[in-house]
């Protein structure tokens, strides 16, 4: 995220590790890509014998929920036994057989022991095998640096248990449940460690953030799947690719011209966090721009604060107003910032809002391939350049570019068009990101946090806060998101296409 | 890039009470707010519909591949 190629080889002692003999970028691209291709590989290895007869039975199950959803009489437990069926079906077209060996923490209420299942079924091999396949991946990106990977792995040992405990304490059922998520616990913990005891000099090999984060980024270019953009025709287009830009560059220009923030990258990734969709967007944002790690951290902190209120009290104005559900959820998705959270106040409202929160939740979700693409232009060519100086030249701006986004636009290419060849092909990217996307992806965002913490003291994030001008900013471009998004909503669904989504 | 001056860390002292804290928030103030009611209720409602109000991206929510099915 810093403009520094290799930040934290700086914090180290005498004796640190020399700069990378490959650049970090392109170890992340090389990486992220590496492990997207070897678990296509498995899923396709995988592929069942029988698979035509498969994708028939999903066919039938899918008529059958197409029929029950034209007679409208059906019960929405009806509804959603056959789209589970469905989806069943689907999900058997594809099994990927590296499911069982990668796994996060589950759940737990009272006993934290109880985040060592899932439904029912230990984590523990999934959890170990998350483990070695980031020791395996990482390490080999150490070496290629020309790195100590003696130094390296007994770090990131130690790293990974902070990064466990992150998901444990995100795993406690009330944390969860209102949408606290693990990137705040990992941050957490770095921060506790760093601020007690200090980080311990043997650690330190394994603080990495921009690696994790970059190496994760490649992987989430793989769920940014571009043909499910017209999921909910052209009113859901409307309400998450209009009206979120708009807000994005106002609530920027409206941070730098009349709030007058220091920090542009800190303008940014806030702005984005808050029109787009929280975390993933301020992570995507902030490599994008190379904002600082104490910018990105205040940014996620104030969206998940800011989330919880939300999605409490949106739902309550919803029902306290009577207002319609289609509409409901379109507003819901295009204001809340957390995925999650908006799924859950989408379901508090009714099963309608709920599909269509999700859903444009979804089509926003996908609007961060374009956006971290955007940043990184714009920073490139406009922020990032000698003041008074002439124009970067195209070799400069390659040169500056962050080519991780490279990765991450690719693998976003190359699995939307797997996912467009039909059921076998939708059915496939998902199996695939269910292990990189879910797991993998989220270990390495895990790693990536808890090193900020690692390397952040409790001064420096307050200082981002002075002022209050983020803050400020937050509110108002959140006030305009709201407003903007249900006059879209309404537009949308109500008097342009009132039929969508019924 | 010389180090940054960093604050003295709190010491050992600092992390058994930060430790104490968090083991007294999430082994008995969480759980206690777990029990209540329409706490209870609101979980069970996001475990029924596949809501995991955790996820980061739509891809993390177990319910978006039927939701997926409902809205094609």
Redesign the interface.
């Known amino acids: 995220m810093t403009a520094?190629p290799d930040?934290h080889v700086?914090?180290l002692?005498a004796g640190a590790e020399p700069p990378p003999r490959v650049p970090e970028d392109w170890l992340a691209v090389l990486l992220g890509g590496l492990v997207l291709l070897a678990t296509l590989a498995v899923v396709y290895a995988g592929r069942p014998a029988d698979l035509d007869r498969r994708v028939a039975e999903h066919t039938q199950a899918?008529s059958t929920?197409k029929e029950l959803?034209k007679f409208g009489a059906a019960s929405k437990d009806e509804?959603?036994a056959a789209?589970?069926e469905?989806?069943k079906r689907?999900?058997a077209i594809a099994p990927n057989p590296a499911a069982a060996y990668l796994a996060t923490p589950g759940t737990w209420?009272?006993n934290?022991a109880d985040s060592l299942e899932k439904k029912g079924k230990s984590v523990l091999t999934g959890i170990a095998g998350a483990f070695v396949v980031s020791l395996v991946i990482f390490s080999l990106g150490v070496w290629l640096m020309g790195h100590s990977v003696g130094r390296f792995a007994p770090a990131f040992v130690g790293l990974f248990l902070l990064a466990w405990l992150a998901y444990v304490?995100?795993g406690?059922?009330?944390?969860?449940?209102?949408?606290?998520?693990?990137?705040l616990w990992a941050l957490v913990v770095g921060l506790?460690?760093?601020?007690?005891?200090?980080t311990p000099e043997w650690l330190r090999p394994a603080v990495r953030t921009e690696f994790y984060i970059k190496t994760g980024l490649v992987l989430?270019g793989a769920?940014v799947l571009f043909s499910?953009l017209l999921?909910?025709g052209v009113p859901g287009v409307f309400v998450s690719w209009i009206t979120t830009p708009i807000v994005l560059i106002t609530t920027y220009l409206f941070g730098q011209y009349v709030l007058r923030l220091p920090s542009r990258s800190l303008n940014l990734v806030i702005s984005a966090d808050m029109s787009v969709?929280?975390?993933?967007a301020a992570i995507a944002t902030g490599a994008a721009c190379r904002a600082k790690r104490e910018e990105v951290s205040l940014a996620i902190a104030l969206s998940l604060v800011f989330t919880v209120a939300m999605?409490v009290i949106m739902p309550a104005v919803i029902r306290a107003v009577g207002m319609d559900e289609v509409v409901a959820g379109a507003w819901l998705g295009g204001t809340i910032d957390?995925?999650?959270?908006v799924?859950?106040a989408g379901?508090?409202v009714g099963p309608k809002a709920?599909?269509?929160a999700?859903?444009v939740?979804?089509i926003q979700?996908i609007l961060i391939g374009a956006v971290a693409f955007c940043v990184a232009v714009y920073w490139v060519t406009h922020v990032d350049r000698t003041a008074g100086g002439p124009r970067p030249s195209v070799a400069e701006i390659w040169r500056r570019f962050p080519k991780f986004v490279l990765g991450f636009v690719a693998a976003s290419a190359a699995f939307s068009a797997l996912y467009a060849t039909g059921t076998a092909g939708e059915a496939t990217a998902?199996a695939v990101?269910?292990v990189t996307?879910?797991v993998l992806r989220?270990w390495f965002?895990c790693l990536a946090f808890v090193s900020i913490g690692l390397e952040s003291?409790f001064?420096?994030l307050s200082k981002q806060l002075a002022g209050g001008k983020p803050l400020i900013l937050y509110v108002c471009g959140q006030t305009l998101n709201l407003c903007l998004s249900l006059l879209m909503a309404w537009l949308m669904f109500k008097v342009v296409f009132p039929n969508a989504?019924r | 890039?010389?180090?940054?001056d960093?604050?003295r860390?709190?010491?050992?002292a600092?992390?058994v009470l930060?430790?104490a804290v968090?083991a007294t928030t999430?082994?008995v103030v969480?759980?206690w707010?777990?029990s209540f009611g329409p706490?209870q209720t609101?979980?069970h409602?996001?475990e029924a519909?596949g809501?995991?109000?955790?996820?980061?991206?739509?891809?993390?929510?177990d319910?978006?591949?039927?939701?997926?099915?409902?809205?094609?």
């Open positions: 520094d930040p700086a914090d002692p899918k929920l959803q509804l959603k789209s589970d469905a989806d689907k999900k209420d009272a934290p304490l995100a406690q059922k009330v944390i969860e449940h209102y949408g606290l998520e693990y990137v506790l460690t760093s601020n007690t005891v200090g989430l769920e499910r999921s909910l969709c929280g975390v993933s999605m957390s995925t999650g959270a799924a859950a379901e508090l709920l599909d269509v999700a859903t939740k979804m979700n998902a990101t269910d996307g879910k989220g965002f003291d001064r420096s989504a | 890039m010389p180090p940054v960093r604050p860390p709190g010491g050992p600092a992390l930060a430790v968090l999430w082994l969480l759980p707010i777990g706490v609101y979980v409602r996001n519909a809501v995991n109000p955790g996820a980061m991206y739509y891809t993390e929510i319910a978006i591949g039927a939701i997926g099915e409902r809205m094609e």
